[in-house]
């Protein structure tokens, strides 16, 4: 492995996602030798610590990865801090300053990487800063990395991006979704274009809908200051839904790379029908999670910390996606996403249409591939076939193919895989302005007409349930029902 040479800037370094996030999955691809001893770390939050203080805050972020303690121990010395406030443009020059003797140091040239760990308010300041205080590297390489949310509409995430792109072109933005890092949503376009058996039959010809759900036991926990601005719809549909609804339904790419991949999303989401006002209470769901049944158990959305007794903030949505293209026209795509409901559970169910059969006297039932993306990770294929024995009756055969515990615990996690891909400057599993820009606007409208119409019966649903009982009838009113049933 040659090494991967790089200076990296953690804006917001003493925060929540760098501590429980960036840190391990730093520290794993030292472990595995993908950076090793040209690379050094600068983190810069508000608070005044030292490089000591600083340190010792990583290693305990550390505690529960395999590691020695020395070896832990080293790769904090890579680490440096830098207290800042990214208002002041003097501190920039501190950075700077700091960075150009790392780079010495640690022999980087001049590779450059921006992670922006803090609140999206602050992205475009530090961009303009970076750029007018020279942070921007003139020898290598300069990439910057945004966390989500990227904007809370078009709007604003245009201008957050007009902004960012004053300084960074498209091809230094790395945009995370953190989902496109996980195991079986990089698995989909391999099962999808490497199997015929798939691949002939994955259009409105074979199939009658497809449902992704993505569902969470917890609820808001700490982060109501957030959800309380963006609510399940911007927090999870506009972005993973939307990016796991594309790697499902798009077409085939010229070949695996970033600009193919993209052209397909694009090609895609030109058929993303955008619901009018008077169509979203069809083909949209909202809920708001009420208490438990369970006396003292868990408080309704409203009681949570932090949040308006009155919210009208969405904790479930459910909805029915249209792709208006030859390839799906017809082929209702159900989406599921909920704080509290029973499990934490990420999946796929492709549902193939049920034929008269002509050769039995019973209609067949559907064909089922299920692709589960966590806890599990895995494929299930439910078919058709005779059950055992002195008789003609047909049985429902299930193929299944799980990875193991084993070999989960050994491959890179969502971050960890990222940040590799930042650093290998790899643009596959990150999201494109123009894909933001479609999935905004889809968003949008919907989120425009539950703006201008509050909700009058939330909460509608208890914590750990599945949700409303109009989620049910979304799919109830054409024959059809949610295939996981929690
Ligand atoms: P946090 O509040 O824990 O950390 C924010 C950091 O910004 C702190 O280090 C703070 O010191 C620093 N900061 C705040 N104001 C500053 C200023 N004026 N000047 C300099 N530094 C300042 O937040 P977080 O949870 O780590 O989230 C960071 C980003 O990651 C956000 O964009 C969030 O939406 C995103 N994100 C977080 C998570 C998560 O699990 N925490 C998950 C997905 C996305």
């Given at each position: 492995?040659?090494?991967?040479?790089?200076?990296?800037?953690i804006f917001g370094g003493s925060g929540?996602?760098a501590?429980?996030?960036?840190?391990?999955?730093?520290?794993?691809?030292?472990?595995?030798?993908?950076?090793?001893?040209?690379?050094?770390?600068?983190g810069t939050a508000?608070?005044?610590?030292?490089?000591?203080?600083y340190?010792?805050?990583?290693?305990?972020?550390?505690?529960?990865?395999?590691?020695?303690?020395?070896?832990?121990?080293?790769?904090?010395?890579?680490?440096?801090y830098?207290?800042?406030?990214?208002?002041?443009?003097?501190?920039?020059?501190?950075?700077?300053?700091?960075?150009?003797?790392?780079?010495?140091?640690?022999?980087?040239?001049?590779?450059?990487?921006?992670?922006?760990a803090?609140?999206?308010?602050?992205?475009?300041?530090?961009?303009?800063?970076?750029?007018?205080?020279?942070?921007?590297?003139?020898?290598?390489?300069?990439?910057?990395?945004?966390?989500?949310?990227?904007?809370?509409?078009?709007?604003?995430?245009?201008?957050?991006?007009?902004?960012?792109?004053?300084?960074?072109?498209?091809?230094?933005?790395?945009?995370?979704?953190?989902?496109?890092?996980?195991?079986?949503?990089?698995?989909?376009?391999?099962?999808?274009?490497?199997?015929?058996?798939?691949?002939?039959?994955?259009?409105?010809?074979?199939?009658?809908?497809?449902?992704?759900?993505?569902?969470?036991?917890?609820?808001?926990?700490?982060?109501?200051?957030?959800?309380?601005?963006?609510?399940?719809?911007?927090?999870?549909?506009?972005?993973?839904?939307?990016?796991?609804?594309?790697?499902?339904?798009?077409?085939?790419?010229?070949?695996?790379?970033?600009?193919?991949?993209?052209?397909?999303?694009?090609?895609?989401?030109?058929?993303?029908?955008?619901?009018?006002?008077?169509?979203?209470?069809?083909?949209?769901?909202?809920?708001?999670?009420?208490?438990?049944?369970?006396?003292?158990?868990?408080?309704?959305?409203?009681?949570?910390?932090?949040?308006?007794?009155?919210?009208?903030?969405?904790?479930?949505?459910?909805?029915?996606?249209?792709?208006?293209?030859?390839?799906?026209?017809?082929?209702?795509?159900?989406?599921?996403?909920?704080?509290?409901?029973?499990?934490?559970?990420?999946?796929?169910?492709?549902?193939?249409?049920?034929?008269?059969?002509?050769?039995?006297?019973?209609?067949?039932?559907?064909?089922?591939?299920?692709?589960?993306?966590?806890?599990?990770?895995?494929?299930?294929?439910?078919?058709?076939?005779?059950?055992?024995?002195?008789?003609?009756?047909?049985?429902?055969?299930?193929?299944?193919?799980?990875?193991?515990?084993?070999?989960?615990?050994?491959?890179?996690?969502?971050?960890?895989?990222?940040?590799?891909?930042?650093?290998?400057?790899?643009?596959?599993?990150?999201?494109?302005?123009?894909?933001?820009?479609?999935?905004?606007?889809?968003?949008?409208?919907?989120?425009?007409?539950?703006?201008?119409?509050?909700?009058?019966?939330?909460?509608?649903?208890?914590?750990?349930?599945?949700?409303?009982?109009?989620?049910?009838?979304?799919?109830?009113?054409?024959?059809?029902?949610?295939?996981?049933?929690?």
């Amino acid at each position: 492995v040659s090494e991967n040479r790089v200076l990296i800037y953690i804006f917001g370094g003493s925060g929540d996602l760098a501590h429980r996030k960036l840190y391990p999955a730093l520290f794993n691809l030292y472990r595995k030798n993908h950076i090793k001893h040209n690379f050094a770390v600068i983190g810069t939050a508000r608070r005044d610590w030292s490089d000591d203080y600083y340190r010792s805050t990583i290693l305990k972020s550390l505690e529960e990865l395999p590691g020695s303690f020395n070896q832990k121990n080293s790769f904090t010395k890579h680490f440096y801090y830098q207290a800042h406030d990214v208002t002041d443009s003097k501190h920039y020059i501190a950075l700077d300053n700091l960075g150009i003797e790392l780079e010495k140091k640690y022999e980087t040239q001049g590779n450059r990487i921006f992670y922006m760990a803090m609140a999206p308010k602050f992205f475009a300041t530090i961009a303009e800063h970076l750029k007018s205080q020279n942070l921007v590297s003139e020898k290598g390489y300069n990439r910057i990395v945004i966390e989500k949310p990227f904007g809370r509409d078009f709007a604003s995430a245009k201008e957050l991006n007009d902004a960012i792109s004053d300084t960074f072109s498209e091809d230094q933005i790395y945009r995370i979704d953190h989902y496109l890092g996980k195991e079986m949503v990089l698995g989909l376009l391999p099962l999808r274009f490497s199997n015929p058996f798939f691949e002939q039959v994955w259009n409105r010809d074979f199939i009658d809908n497809i449902q992704i759900n993505l569902n969470e036991e917890l609820g808001v926990e700490d982060r109501a200051g957030y959800y309380e601005t963006a609510g399940a719809l911007r927090d999870m549909v506009q972005n993973h839904i939307m990016q796991i609804l594309a790697l499902t339904t798009l077409g085939a790419p010229e070949k695996m790379s970033a600009e193919a991949l993209r052209d397909q999303k694009q090609k895609l989401f030109a058929g993303l029908q955008v619901y009018k006002p008077e169509e979203v209470s069809k083909y949209f769901v909202r809920g708001q999670y009420g208490a438990s049944d369970i006396p003292d158990h868990e408080p309704a959305y409203r009681d949570e910390p932090n949040v308006a007794p009155n919210s009208t903030i969405e904790t479930f949505v459910a909805g029915e996606v249209h792709i208006d293209n030859d390839q799906w026209r017809g082929v209702p795509i159900f989406i599921r996403t909920g704080k509290r409901l029973p499990e934490k559970n990420s999946r796929i169910d492709v549902v193939f249409k049920p034929r008269q059969n002509p050769i039995f006297s019973q209609p067949d039932e559907p064909n089922i591939l299920t692709i589960e993306i966590e806890p599990e990770e895995g494929v299930a294929l439910q078919f058709n076939g005779k059950k055992i024995g002195q008789t003609t009756d047909p049985a429902r055969y299930q193929l299944t193919y799980q990875h193991s515990k084993a070999e989960i615990a050994q491959v890179l996690d969502a971050y960890e895989r990222l940040i590799y891909d930042v650093i290998l400057g790899d643009h596959t599993n990150f999201s494109h302005w123009l894909e933001l820009e479609k999935t905004w606007k889809f968003v949008d409208a919907i989120r425009q007409y539950w703006d201008n119409n509050a909700p009058t019966d939330f909460p509608n649903y208890k914590s750990g349930t599945a949700g409303p009982a109009a989620s049910d009838s979304l799919l109830q009113r054409s024959n059809r029902q949610w295939i996981y049933q929690p």
